[in-house]
């Protein structure tokens, strides 16, 4: 039977809160949100209560620690993106072609994705990305540069822009 488990990492960013089902992630819950409210939530959604199970995120701890060293530019890790579907998904399962140390606008992904109207759309895509940091939607900016908001704050966007070396450059070109 699959199990849902969690467990809280410390990062340069603040506390973590790590959900996984079946072995993939399916949440990260960045130190701006409510870890009670989002373990109850994803309890309710796969109808089993969360056990704290840390041994289950061995991989995923190790690889967190490896890109806050700066040693690690893409994740390899199993992941589910949960009830995401159309074109939600379709942003969702895009952003991680984004490259390390690299943006690009929110126009330009609606670009990339044959929908060029649809700036906005990726905006709340991005804002309801449940895998923050590995699925990297920090990496999303305004057309003017400007890096936009983040549900862990904009603090810690731009510190991970900076630790990628990606702030305060124009956006990149097309994929």
Do not use: W
């Not at 488990?5 to 506390?15: F, H, L, W």
């Not at 649809?118 to 920090?138: D, E, M, Q, S």
Request: proline share 6%.
């Amino acid at each position: 039977m699959a199990r849902l488990n969690y467990c809280e990492v410390e990062s340069p960013i603040g506390q973590l809160l790590l959900i996984a089902y079946d072995e993939n992630l399916v949440r990260i819950g960045l130190d701006a949100e409510d870890f009670v409210e989002l373990r109850a939530a994803y309890s309710r959604k796969y109808r089993q209560t969360a056990e704290c199970f840390p041994a289950a995120f061995a991989d995923a701890v190790a690889q967190l620690k490896a890109y806050f060293a700066g040693e690690l530019r893409a994740f390899s890790l199993p992941v589910d993106f949960g009830s995401g579907s159309g074109f939600r998904l379709a942003v969702q399962r895009f952003l991680p072609q984004i490259e390390y140390g690299q943006t690009l606008s929110y126009g330009q992904i609606a670009e990339c994705l044959g929908n060029p109207g649809a700036a906005r759309a990726v905006g709340t895509a991005c804002a309801l990305n449940p895998l923050p940091i590995v699925v990297p939607c920090h990496r999303v900016v305004r057309a003017d540069g400007n890096i936009g908001r983040y549900a862990g704050g904009v603090a810690a966007k731009q510190f991970l822009l900076r630790l990628e070396s990606a702030v305060e450059k124009p956006p990149a070109g097309h994929l």
